[in-house]
Nanobody, 124 residues
Framework: QVLLVESGGGLVQAGGSLRLSCGAS???????????MGWYRQAPGKQREFVTT???????NYADSVKGRFTISRDNAKNTVSLQMNSLKPADTAVYYC???????????????WGQGTQVTVSS
């Protein structure tokens, strides 16, 4: 099994920046099979939505709402993924979930593993 643990959430004013991090731990064989990692978010009263993903080789995909503002990065040796969030807006307020998948992460289906989530609040 794989455990994903996020850190770095908090409160920030609109226009500010935050950096989220996520580390994978657990069964070494299961971790070695992870192909893609990424982030989802869930705002109050809304469904969980895809934010971004990165493959083991560094290919990235972003939701249109965050393109140009968010940057995902990954350290395969440390089994970590990070999300740099700039020019934050109140609409970015949500619980952010780290995710990992044994295949290419697709917005149309849930990933194989979820973190517990970290709150990001952007004040206006």
């Amino acid at each position: 099994q794989v455990l994903l643990v996020e850190s770095g959430g908090g409160l920030v004013q609109a226009g500010g920046s935050l950096r989220l991090s996520c580390g994978a731990s657990g069964n070494i064989f299961s971790i070695s099979r992870i192909k893609s990692m990424g982030w989802y978010r869930q705002a109050p009263g809304k469904q969980r939505e895809f934010v971004t993903t990165i493959s083991r080789g560094g290919l990235t995909n972003y939701a249109d709402s965050v393109k140009g503002r968010f940057t995902i990065s990954r350290d395969n040796a440390k089994n970590t993924v990070s999300l740099q969030m700039n020019s934050l807006k109140p609409a970015d307020t949500a619980v952010y979930y780290c995710a990992a998948d044994l295949n290419n992460m697709l917005p149309t289906r849930p990933p194989d593993y979820w973190g517990q989530g970290t709150q990001v609040t952007v004040s206006s």
